[in-house]
């Protein structure tokens, strides 16, 4: 009795053609390829960073402050927990208000006002990041009398703000429509929906942003140098000029010193580990609040 083929039989049994195979293997060669010209730079930052910097850190690099000129040792822990200070100030500010504002373009913002902030948010991102610390200058430090963290945390937010408000409206226009609908038909009001129910299904392309708009700005040293200024000491008032670690790896990095450029190379090592431990932590904290919100 003759076997009887279908034609997804047919089409299954089919040989596959040695162009297309040859050309899918091409395509996905390609785009190996293309990972590892986007990871390579990565890797050979930080491979270079670890070779110049891993040398110089020791208990007293995190624990101890700047030693003066011509004296050996020190460490950049005022630097260190000053970004931490001026990083938390420009998230407090920055986060709220550009989640607000995209929220309100993707669900508001079909308008003239909308297309005003939109043309703002687009305009702030390609601002130099030194016009932005003038501004916060103008702002802040001439508005107190001072240089002080808070006025470097400003400066960052500013920053912040265009990234996190573009990226939270993409986000919330990805979910489908039908999603509010749903909410709509159960009786529950738009601003509800739009904070429990669209917000949530999008919380994880929205803290993407976020991490984004903080690895941008955690590196940042023009803006500081005309709001934070520096500092040699522990400092912990907003109101005070305050270190950070991107101002001391400037100042020790253009400086005659062989032992502050060993220190700068530390300090610039500390910095990206920092940046990746904090993105990576917050990553994988709202992995986990995602699928226990799936469950």
């Known amino acids: 009795m003759s076997e009887t083929l279908t034609p997804a039989t047919t089409v299954a049994s089919a040989p596959v053609s040695l162009w297309r195979r040859g050309l899918n293997n091409l395509v996905t060669g390609l785009a190996v390829g293309a990972v590892i010209l986007v990871l ?174 903080f690895a941008r700005v955690a590196g940042e040293t023009a803006p500081l140098l005309f709001t934070a200024f520096g500092n040699q000491f522990w400092n912990w008032k907003l109101n005070q000029p305050t270190a950070a670690l991107s101002l001391q790896i400037f100042t020790y990095a253009i400086s005659p010193f062989d032992e502050w450029h060993r220190q700068a190379w530390a300090g610039a090592l500390i910095l990206i580990v920092l940046i990746v431990a904090a993105v990576s932590a917050v990553r994988i904290a709202a992995s986990h609040g995602t699928l226990k919100g799936a469950n």
């Open 40 to 213: 390579l730079p990565l890797g050979a930052i930080f491979g270079y960073l670890v070779y110049k910097g891993i040398g110089s850190i020791n208990w007293a690099f995190l624990t101890q402050t700047p030693k003066p000129v011509g004296e050996a040792g020190g460490g950049m822990a005022n630097a260190i927990a000053g970004s931490a200070l001026i990083l938390l100030i420009a998230s407090l500010v920055g986060v709220p208000i550009g989640i607000g504002a995209g929220i309100y373009l993707a669900e508001y913002g079909r308008n003239r006002l909308g297309n005003l902030v939109r043309f703002t948010a687009d305009v702030l991102n390609g601002v130099p990041s030194i016009v932005i610390g003038i501004v916060a200058y103008g702002l802040v430090v001439l508005t107190q009398g001072h240089f002080s963290a808070l006025a470097g945390g400003v400066a960052l937010a500013i920053m912040m703000i265009p990234t996190i408000t573009r990226t939270t409206e993409e986000m919330l226009l990805l979910v489908p429509h039908a999603v509010r609908e749903a909410a709509y038909g159960l009786g529950v009001s738009r601003w509800r929906t739009t904070l429990s129910i669209t917000l949530r299904t999008a919380t994880s392309g929205v803290i993407t942003g976020v991490m984004l708009a």
